[in-house]
């Protein structure tokens, strides 16, 4: 019995030693908790007094610039002068008298079609009128000496007219016989041979005059009352990186309702044929000049539900500032109204930065 109540003694003496220490050391953790509660609370530590870490930004100054507004669109390349040679009469081909890929001259033949039968038709036509000449003729020795009417004259006088007539318009069929260059140019490949049986609807070669070379191209409506006759264009083409220039020469007088665009047309010299009708034309036609222009890059400026913002240091922090822009580049774009020189955009952070976040700002030079 006396072991049974000494073993009760000792376990009830261990179990209050262990409800001692766990006290104690409850008081102890509760002590550590307090006192870094209390360091924060006076400004030394913590959640509450320390202050967050600056973010490391880019930024650039914004200066006053010169900015020349180009808008960089695309175009096509055309001939200046350019037919399909076709003939006007059916008949057999005689004679080529082009070589393909050469230069001709305006009105050299071409190409000549059989005019045998035209040639037989014209002999006839020149006989009666040749008779009908001197019917004309002799009837009018008879009407002034009084031997025949006013009225027979006259029927003579008709008969040489309509074979006169008709002699011209056999003449005129004769020419088309021969095709002869609308203009000076190149030549293309011929789709025709000699002996061919050459009808309206055959196509014997293309000719073109490739200097100078149009170059048409559309710009948005807005831009329409910034271009006038006389405007610059530069220009370069996919297969050369040489700069070309030309000239707005012509303007179509009203806006394309589907596309709301302008269409313009202009002139480039092309004395080495180098610029090939038909190609793709990358141009950037000069509007105007903004002498006190505000460029930023253009990846500092974030789109926002109601417009645009950019980020700005002030006093060490980042500040929002809404923007008005204009025309873009590659690099930069313009701002109108939001900005003013001397002020400091950041251009990198700007997934991170947030009103009043404090910023490190390493400013960079921008590219104009």
């Known amino acids: 019995m006396k072991k049974r109540y000494i073993i009760y003694i000792v376990l ?135 031997a025949i009417s006013q009225e027979e004259y006259d029927t003579a006088l008709a008969d040489l007219k309509s074979f006169q007539s008709q002699t011209n318009l056999i003449r005129a069929q004769l020419a088309k016989t021969t095709i002869r260059a609308p203009f000076s140019g190149k030549i293309g490949l011929r789709n025709i041979s000699a002996g061919t049986y050459l009808t309206p609807a055959t196509v014997i070669a293309n000719l073109v005059s490739t200097n100078p070379v149009k170059i048409t191209f559309s710009v948005p409506e807005k831009y329409a009352g910034q271009i006038k006759i006389g405007s610059e264009v530069s220009f370069t083409t996919d297969g050369s990186s040489k700069q070309n220039t030309g000239k707005v020469y012509a303007i179509e007088p009203g806006i394309n309702a589907t596309t709301r665009t302008l269409q313009l047309r202009a002139l480039a010299p092309n004395a080495d044929n180098a610029l090939l009708p038909g190609s793709f034309a990358k141009i950037k036609l000069a509007l105007n000049t903004l002498q006190d222009a505000i460029l930023i890059p253009n990846e500092a400026v974030i789109p926002v539900l109601k417009g645009k913002i950019v980020y700005v240091q002030k006093d060490g922090k980042a500040q929002e500032v809404k923007v008005e822009a204009g025309t873009r580049t590659d690099e930069n774009i313009v701002i109108t109204s939001g900005l003013k020189a001397g002020d400091t955009v950041l251009t990198t952070g700007s997934m991170a930065l947030k009103k009043d976040a404090p910023v490190k700002v390493h400013l960079v030079k921008q590219s104009l």
């Open 12 to 146: 009830a003496l261990g179990l209050a030693y262990l409800i001692y220490y766990r006290i104690n050391a409850n008081k102890k953790l509760e002590g550590k908790g307090g006192a870094s509660a209390g360091q924060g609370k006076d400004g030394k530590g913590g959640k509450d007094g320390k202050s967050a870490p600056a973010i490391a930004v880019d930024g650039i100054v914004v200066k006053l610039a010169q900015f020349d507004t180009d808008l960089e669109i695309t175009g096509a390349i055309e001939a200046n002068e350019s037919v399909v040679l076709k003939s006007e009469v059916s008949g057999l081909v005689t004679g080529i008298y082009f070589k393909e890929g050469s230069n001709v001259s305006k009105g050299s033949v071409l190409v000549k079609v059989n005019d045998r039968d035209i040639q037989a038709q014209l002999q006839d036509a020149l006989t009666k009128q040749k008779l009908s000449g001197t019917n004309e003729n002799r009837a009018k020795q008879l009407l002034a000496k009084g």
